[in-house]
């Protein structure tokens, strides 16, 4: 009567007491630039060196631009966090995918891509979209800094047990509908707060037909509904995306490996806290209209009445920011600027899709676009497979892999009251830089917008060979 989550939970256990933290085993650290500077620091000065150096790896992604990498960077405060995280990982034996390799990218997209990422792993990161790893059927979550420390010196973390919340998404997704709808979906129904204390276990029909990017979009934003990890079981897709990958099983290993996460299952009689259906066929593109990702609504409907909200106060404030009028049609709101990028929405198939839509068009006067891979390796794979090409003929802007505008903390931010249509995570106020308006959808959504110069739904789209 377990579920996933309480297999990998128990499995992990080194020591736990009543009353207390349970303490656990962690098989997989990721650190970058910016959230692991003072946790070496910590070490130094208490004298302790890293556990397991070999279990923890790290790239820079953050701050780092996404047009001139050349160094040092414009920027002195992020070219001293990039060089910092240099000095500790040859410091203390770690592996470093620094700007120079084709491994470096966003960390979310690089364990996956590099088969690090593995079903049945506990993986941490001081990163809130750690929960993006539970697409492989692992425990994945964020830690803060003082937790990144205890990791790199005990290879351990003190944690206490959520509940189960399960997420059933049963039918099929429409046409012109993705995971990224899905999983927006999901927030606007159970709301920021839904998955508090919980972590969320994905299942149901519309689940398993995503492809592993697609699965790594709903895991990557279970955040964004409070929970603090979403996962999903492992199977034949997860497999297939695996194997062959640098850091993945070989040989009788991989055989045995993959014999062993069949078993990652919940019991068919396992007991969930809560259980929350949806009904996939009901679901169209979303689009947030507010400052917080649960403010959303389908691409078809209108900016909603603040009477109709959770928290009145909170909507009209939200309006006012936004610079919005409620009844305002979704479609048609003009936008400056779009982004497709980011730990969510910035894979291979992320830049297809987008592709598919820009193919043939060009990029609408007056609205800035760019198109940010989330690795150096996507980046390639891209401009091998004419992406690249179809982004640059239509006005894109194509750049090197990062974080990028998902959060202003690089060169790439938007300017007060710029409005943009984002493929990223997070639509809080000045999230995506000081007086920054941001809308969230698809990477295909996104694209559709840019052509147009303003939110359209794209299902309506005429594609061009």
């Not at 944690?159 to 039918?171: I, W």
């Amino acid at each position: 009567m377990r579920t996933l989550y309480d297999k990998i939970w128990e499995r992990h256990i080194v020591h736990r007491e009543p009353g207390r933290p349970t303490l656990l085993y962690i098989d997989l650290h990721l650190i970058h630039e910016v959230t692991s500077p003072q946790a070496f620091d910590g070490l130094r000065s208490n004298g302790r060196r890293v556990r397991r150096p070999d279990l923890t790896f790290a790239t820079v992604d953050h701050a780092i631009p996404t047009l001139n990498r050349s160094l040092p960077f414009p920027d002195k405060v992020a070219w001293n966090q990039v060089e910092t995280l240099r000095r500790n990982c040859s410091e203390f034996g770690i592996r470093l995918f620094d700007l120079d390799r084709i491994e470096q990218g966003i960390v979310h997209v690089l364990g996956p891509e590099q088969g690090m990422t593995q079903p049945g792993l506990t993986i941490v990161c001081g990163d809130s979209h750690t929960s993006t790893h539970g697409a492989f059927g692992a425990l994945a979550f964020g830690i803060g800094t003082t937790e990144v420390e205890h990791v790199l010196a005990t290879q351990t973390l003190p944690q206490t047990k959520a509940d189960n919340l399960r997420v059933n998404v049963e039918g099929d997704l429409p046409f012109g509908v993705t995971a990224k709808d899905l999983i927006l979906a999901v927030i606007n129904r159970i709301g920021t707060n839904g998955g508090t204390g919980c972590v969320i276990e994905y299942t149901g029909k519309a689940i398993r037909s995503l492809s592993m990017e697609g699965r790594m979009t709903v895991c990557n934003m279970s955040i964004e509904a409070g929970a603090r990890a979403g996962m999903i079981a492992p199977d034949d897709t997860t497999f297939d995306y695996l194997e062959g990958r640098p850091f993945a099983p070989k040989g009788e290993n991989w055989e045995r490996a993959v014999d062993h996460w069949r078993s990652l299952q919940s019991d068919p009689d396992a007991v969930y806290d809560r259980t929350v259906e949806i009904d996939a066929g009901e679901l169209a593109p979303f689009v947030t209209w507010g400052t917080s990702p649960e403010m959303s609504v389908m691409v078809t409907e209108a900016v909603p009445e603040p009477a109709m909200g959770r928290d009145e106060a909170s909507y009209i404030k939200a309006l006012e920011y936004m610079g919005l009028e409620p009844s305002q049609p979704i479609e048609g709101i003009v936008i400056d600027r779009a982004f497709i990028g980011s730990c969510t929405n910035a894979r291979i198939e992320d830049l297809r899709d987008a592709a598919r839509v820009a193919r043939g068009y060009r990029v609408a006067s007056g609205v800035n676009a760019m198109v940010v891979p989330g690795s150096m390796q996507i980046k390639l794979q891209a401009e091998q497979e004419g992406l690249a090409e179809i982004f640059v003929e239509a006005g894109f802007e194509w750049r090197d892999a990062g974080c990028s505008m998902c959060l202003a903390m690089n060169d790439d931010v938007l300017g007060e009251g710029e409005r943009c249509a984002s493929t990223s995570n997070r639509n809080f106020e000045g999230r995506q830089g000081r007086g920054g308006r941001t809308h969230l959808v698809s990477p295909s959504m996104a694209a559709a917008a840019a052509i147009a110069g303003h939110l359209v739904d794209v299902r309506n789209w005429k594609f061009r060979s």
